[in-house]
């Protein structure tokens, strides 16, 4: 994938500086560090974000209100994720309604559907896809800024390695319990995750909404955070006359206790034993530092994930990809299970099935067009593929 350009080196037609002054951004612009020259540049970034759950709901939207992306000015936004709304997200996932629990919208299209009516200059260009090895290249086709809205860590690695494949700067977000974290990765010239975290914590040794449940604030903060070093970031802002965060660090904030910890990490940075980035041995020439890329090209990664909050597993569409005619399945599924226990939109066939653990609740297999399949109902992934099988015949 080609380098995109700096958004700190573009350039604008005579006056966007002054029409940006008068406009809807205008309070926005004078602010000092900010300025209407930074303002165009958040105008013309091309950012992807990868799910729309809630801190990447309210990046989304903390990004679109401030006006970045527009059309005008080449850029645009573009969300992504696999899933769909459901009732339990309206706690904490600020952009859906009880309406986009009801149709099973998916996330990326009911997010899109509600910046466009937030701000209408912005270029959305939302996707209904779980981002992988296999696609993620394309999905960033372009991008000036990366967005890690995801639930898990699968995905925030696989944005590390794409970062210092490509050159393009990357925003860890994450919420849980009370608390949360933000990082910004700009390769070459601040740590990257596996400086910090050499290697995903395994599984059951971290917290998750599961098991510690999430609260809206901690969500908000975090993604408060996360939005503003995106927003240093794409509007080329220098600190010290040393690039971008002249203090690179993690933050850690604690939403219930009230507390906001800054972790450095230059030291992690330029020790070097980073086996991703080296510390920048590269000197910031994307692709060039020699380092792993396990999740982009090594092989790491499953073809199945647990759901954080769901109790539900995903299952990878097949190599090479599905056409799924939800129509006929939909039907196939009425006839079986009854009218009431199928729901259908033109992206998912979802039945409800009998509980598929003991003395669990009723279970469910939801199937996207292009083969994905979410089980949910159990946690365990062998379980989940026989739902499957025996539902979908994957």
């Known amino acids: 994938m080609p380098v ?5 080196a573009a350039s604008f037609e005579p006056g966007a500086e002054r029409a940006i002054l008068a406009g809807r951004y205008r309070k926005q612009a004078r602010f000092a560090p900010l300025g209407a020259a930074g303002q165009a540049r958040l105008a013309a970034g091309r950012v992807l ?3 729309c759950g809630a801190t990447g709901s309210a990046l989304a939207e903390t990004l679109v209100r401030a006006g970045v992306g527009l059309k005008e000015f080449g850029g645009w936004v573009r969300p992504v994720d696999r899933d769909f709304v459901e009732l339990s997200n309206l706690a904490r996932q600020t952009l859906y309604t009880e309406a986009d629990a009801a149709a099973r919208t998916p996330k ?11 701000n209408s200059e912005v270029a959305l260009d939302p996707r209904v896809e779980d981002v992988t090895a ?15 809205g995801s639930d898990n860590f699968e995905a925030r690695y696989l944005l590390n390695d794409l970062s210092l494949e490509t050159g393009v700067p ?22 990257c995750l596996r400086c910090v975290l050499p290697d995903p ?3 059951g040794e ?26 240093k970031i794409l509007g080329g802002l220098n600190e010290g006359g040393a690039g971008f965060l002249a203090d690179p660090h993690l933050l850690m904030i604690d939403a219930w206790a009230g507390t906001v910890r800054k972790v450095g990490t230059r030291a992690l940075f330029e020790s070097g034993e980073c086996p991703a980035c080296g510390g920048g041995r590269a000197g910031g020439v994307p692709g060039a530092d020699g380092g792993e890329r396990l999740w982009l090209r090594g092989g790491r990664g499953a073809g199945s994930a647990t759901l954080c909050g769901r109790g539900g597993v995903q299952l990878a569409a097949p190599p090479g990809g599905a056409s799924i005619d939800l129509e006929s399945l939909a039907t196939r599924w009425r006839l079986a299970a009854g009218e009431g226990a199928v729901r259908a939109n033109r992206f998912l066939a979802a039945v409800q099935t009998p509980p598929l653990e003991a003395d669990g ?15 949910t109902g159990t946690t365990d992934p062998a379980r989940a593929r026989q739902a499957a099988s025996e539902w979908a015949g994957g």
């Open 201 to 203: 914590p395994p599984p």
């Open 4 to 8: 995109p350009p700096d958004p700190a």
């Open 108 to 118: 990326a299209i009911a997010a899109a559907e509600r910046l466009a009516r937030i």
């Open 170 to 191: 990357w925003v860890y977000c994450g919420a849980v319990g009370g608390g949360g974290r933000a990082m910004p990765v700009l390769p070459g010239r601040t740590a």
């Open 361 to 375: 609740p009723p279970g469910e297999v939801t199937i996207f067009a292009d083969g994905r399949v979410i089980v």
């Open 49 to 51: 974000i990868v799910g």
């Open 206 to 231: 971290t917290e998750t909404c599961d098991t510690a449940g999430v609260i809206l604030p901690a969500v908000n903060i975090a993604a408060s955070f996360a939005a503003g070093f995106a927003l």
């Open 134 to 148: 296999g696609n993620i290249e394309r999905l960033a086709e372009g991008a000036t800024l990366l967005l890690d």
